[in-house]
């Protein structure tokens, strides 16, 4: 992205990329937290699957 005053300040692939260290760590929290979150959808989804039935307690 170009910069209009002062082409030192544009926008570069280069200068507007994450740092590899910054990578890393996103890498490291991704690798953690992903099956986190699939394990946890996969216990809800199997402890309310099946069919809703409304009965005299239900509400």
Same mark, same amino acid.
């Given at each position: 992205m170009p910069a209009v005053n002062n082409p030192a300040?544009?926008?570069t692939v280069f200068n =507007?990329?994450?740092s590899p260290?910054?990578?890393?760590?996103?890498l490291i929290i991704v690798?953690? =937290?992903?099956?986190?979150v699939l394990s946890y959808t996969t216990i809800i989804y199997?402890?309310?699957?099946g069919k809703v039935t409304l009965d005299a307690d239900s509400y």
């Open positions: 300040y544009s926008i =507007g990329a994450s260290l910054t990578l890393k760590i996103g690798v953690i =937290g992903m099956p986190l199997w402890m309310f699957r």
